[in-house]
Protein backbone atom coordinates (compact mmCIF):
# COMPACT_ATOMS: atom_id res chain seq x y z
CA UNK A 1 0.00 0.00 0.00
CA UNK A 2 2.75 2.52 0.59
CA UNK A 3 4.43 2.00 -2.68
CA UNK A 4 1.15 3.68 -5.03
CA UNK A 5 1.27 6.84 -2.91
CA UNK A 6 4.96 7.16 -3.63
CA UNK A 7 4.08 6.32 -7.19
CA UNK A 8 1.78 8.91 -7.43
CA UNK A 9 3.56 11.53 -6.04
CA UNK A 10 6.43 10.84 -8.58
CA UNK A 11 4.58 10.95 -11.43
CA UNK A 12 2.47 14.03 -10.29
CA UNK A 13 6.21 15.92 -9.80
CA UNK A 14 6.79 14.64 -13.42
CA UNK A 15 4.51 16.95 -14.48
CA UNK A 16 6.04 19.81 -13.01
CA UNK A 17 9.25 19.89 -15.93
CA UNK A 18 6.16 19.62 -18.90
CA UNK A 19 4.15 22.10 -17.38
CA UNK A 20 7.27 24.70 -16.79
CA UNK A 21 8.38 24.04 -20.74
CA UNK A 22 4.50 24.66 -21.57
CA UNK A 23 4.73 27.94 -19.49
CA UNK A 24 8.23 29.17 -21.10
CA UNK A 25 6.92 28.67 -24.46
CA UNK A 26 3.89 30.05 -23.64
CA UNK A 27 6.18 33.09 -22.53
CA UNK A 28 8.08 32.86 -25.65
CA UNK A 29 5.26 33.23 -27.65
CA UNK A 30 3.88 36.38 -25.93
CA UNK A 31 7.32 37.72 -26.62
CA UNK A 32 7.37 37.00 -30.23
CA UNK A 33 3.83 38.44 -30.77
CA UNK A 34 4.34 41.41 -29.19
CA UNK A 35 7.54 41.98 -30.99
CA UNK A 36 5.32 41.50 -34.19
CA UNK A 37 3.17 44.15 -32.96
CA UNK A 38 6.23 46.48 -31.88
CA UNK A 39 7.07 45.90 -35.74
CA UNK A 40 3.79 47.25 -37.29
CA UNK A 41 3.56 50.12 -34.46
CA UNK A 42 7.25 51.33 -35.24
CA UNK A 43 6.69 51.59 -39.14
CA UNK A 44 3.42 53.16 -38.44
CA UNK A 45 5.82 55.64 -36.93
CA UNK A 46 8.35 55.75 -39.73
CA UNK A 47 6.11 55.10 -42.57
CA UNK A 48 6.15 57.91 -45.05
CA UNK A 49 3.25 60.11 -44.54
CA UNK A 50 1.80 63.66 -43.19
CA UNK A 51 1.99 62.60 -39.01
CA UNK A 52 3.29 65.47 -37.08
CA UNK A 53 6.53 64.54 -35.59
CA UNK A 54 5.24 64.54 -31.97
CA UNK A 55 2.84 61.76 -32.81
CA UNK A 56 5.22 59.74 -34.89
CA UNK A 57 7.80 60.17 -31.71
CA UNK A 58 4.65 58.95 -29.49
CA UNK A 59 4.08 56.12 -32.04
CA UNK A 60 8.04 54.88 -31.81
CA UNK A 61 8.07 55.13 -27.98
CA UNK A 62 4.86 53.35 -27.97
CA UNK A 63 6.94 50.31 -29.95
CA UNK A 64 10.15 50.58 -27.69
CA UNK A 65 7.62 50.11 -25.04
CA UNK A 66 6.30 46.87 -26.41
CA UNK A 67 9.72 45.49 -27.55
CA UNK A 68 10.43 45.72 -23.46
CA UNK A 69 7.57 43.64 -22.47
CA UNK A 70 8.51 41.24 -25.20
CA UNK A 71 11.88 41.33 -24.10
CA UNK A 72 10.91 40.61 -20.51
CA UNK A 73 8.46 37.74 -21.96
CA UNK A 74 11.11 36.39 -23.53
CA UNK A 75 13.74 36.66 -21.35
CA UNK A 76 11.20 35.19 -18.78
CA UNK A 77 10.36 32.23 -21.34
CA UNK A 78 14.32 31.09 -21.47
CA UNK A 79 15.19 31.62 -17.51
CA UNK A 80 11.97 28.78 -16.74
CA UNK A 81 12.74 26.36 -19.55
CA UNK A 82 16.52 26.69 -18.59
CA UNK A 83 16.01 27.04 -15.05
CA UNK A 84 13.35 24.49 -14.59
CA UNK A 85 13.55 22.06 -17.53
CA UNK A 86 16.99 21.70 -18.61
CA UNK A 87 18.36 22.13 -15.43
CA UNK A 88 15.82 20.22 -13.84
CA UNK A 89 16.89 22.40 -10.36
CA UNK A 90 15.10 21.82 -7.26
CA UNK A 91 14.23 25.63 -6.03
CA UNK A 92 15.03 24.83 -2.28
CA UNK A 93 19.32 25.43 -2.93
CA UNK A 94 20.18 28.42 -1.98
CA UNK A 95 22.08 28.86 -4.73
CA UNK A 96 19.79 28.11 -7.60
CA UNK A 97 16.65 30.74 -5.94
CA UNK A 98 19.26 33.62 -5.99
CA UNK A 99 20.62 32.97 -9.53
CA UNK A 100 16.62 32.31 -10.93
CA UNK A 101 15.53 35.52 -8.91
CA UNK A 102 18.85 37.58 -9.96
CA UNK A 103 17.96 36.87 -14.05
CA UNK A 104 14.49 37.55 -13.36
CA UNK A 105 15.17 40.96 -11.77
CA UNK A 106 17.78 42.09 -14.21
CA UNK A 107 14.83 41.54 -16.88
CA UNK A 108 12.17 43.35 -14.54
CA UNK A 109 14.41 46.42 -13.81
CA UNK A 110 15.61 46.72 -17.44
CA UNK A 111 11.88 46.81 -18.28
CA UNK A 112 10.93 49.28 -15.83
CA UNK A 113 13.57 51.63 -16.30
CA UNK A 114 12.72 51.60 -20.20
CA UNK A 115 9.42 52.12 -19.48
CA UNK A 116 10.17 54.84 -17.01
CA UNK A 117 12.22 56.65 -20.17
CA UNK A 118 9.52 56.06 -22.28
CA UNK A 119 7.25 57.48 -20.20
CA UNK A 120 8.92 60.38 -19.07
CA UNK A 121 9.26 61.38 -23.21
CA UNK A 122 5.90 61.04 -24.10
CA UNK A 123 4.87 62.58 -20.85
CA UNK A 124 7.54 65.98 -21.60
CA UNK A 125 5.83 66.43 -24.63
CA UNK A 126 2.22 65.72 -23.99
CA UNK A 127 1.20 65.83 -20.64
CA UNK A 128 3.92 67.03 -18.46
CA UNK A 129 1.26 66.82 -15.48
CA UNK A 130 1.92 63.09 -15.11
CA UNK A 131 5.60 63.08 -14.99
CA UNK A 132 5.56 62.13 -10.98
CA UNK A 133 3.72 58.88 -12.85
CA UNK A 134 6.62 58.32 -15.33
CA UNK A 135 9.04 59.04 -11.63
CA UNK A 136 7.13 56.41 -9.50
CA UNK A 137 8.50 54.01 -12.29
CA UNK A 138 11.99 55.12 -12.06
CA UNK A 139 11.74 55.09 -8.10
CA UNK A 140 10.47 51.06 -8.29
CA UNK A 141 12.64 50.35 -10.68
CA UNK A 142 15.37 51.55 -8.51
CA UNK A 143 13.89 49.77 -5.16
CA UNK A 144 13.66 46.94 -6.68
CA UNK A 145 17.04 47.03 -7.60
CA UNK A 146 18.29 48.20 -3.93
CA UNK A 147 16.12 45.36 -2.84
CA UNK A 148 17.41 42.71 -4.71
CA UNK A 149 21.04 43.65 -3.71
CA UNK A 150 19.74 43.28 -0.37
CA UNK A 151 18.23 39.84 -0.72
CA UNK A 152 22.01 38.90 -2.81
CA UNK A 153 23.86 40.50 0.24
CA UNK A 154 22.07 38.22 3.00
CA UNK A 155 21.84 34.85 0.57
CA UNK A 156 25.69 34.72 1.01
CA UNK A 157 25.71 33.07 4.80
CA UNK A 158 22.90 30.73 3.19
CA UNK A 159 25.07 29.97 0.45
CA UNK A 160 28.10 29.66 3.00
CA UNK A 161 26.13 26.64 4.62
CA UNK A 162 25.79 25.03 1.36
CA UNK A 163 29.11 25.18 -0.81
CA UNK A 164 27.79 22.39 -2.72
CA UNK A 165 25.18 24.04 -4.39
CA UNK A 166 27.46 26.64 -6.16
CA UNK A 167 29.58 23.97 -7.37
CA UNK A 168 26.78 21.66 -8.70
CA UNK A 169 25.16 24.94 -10.27
CA UNK A 170 28.24 26.07 -12.35
CA UNK A 171 28.60 21.95 -13.51
CA UNK A 172 24.88 22.37 -14.65
CA UNK A 173 25.96 25.81 -16.32
CA UNK A 174 28.14 23.56 -18.37
CA UNK A 175 25.97 21.44 -19.43
CA UNK A 176 23.55 23.68 -20.60
CA UNK A 177 25.93 25.64 -22.88
Not at 114 to 127: G, M, N, P, T
Amino acid sequence: MAARPSKLLNLFHGLFPIAHFVIGLLFALCGLSLIGFSIIQLWSGIAPGDQALVARLDTVLESLALMTVALAAMELGQTIIEEEVQRESQMSAPTRVRRFLSRFMVVLVVALTIEALVLVFRYSHDEPENMAYAALVGFAAAAIMIAWGVFIRLNVAAEALEPEGMRQAKAEDKKVK
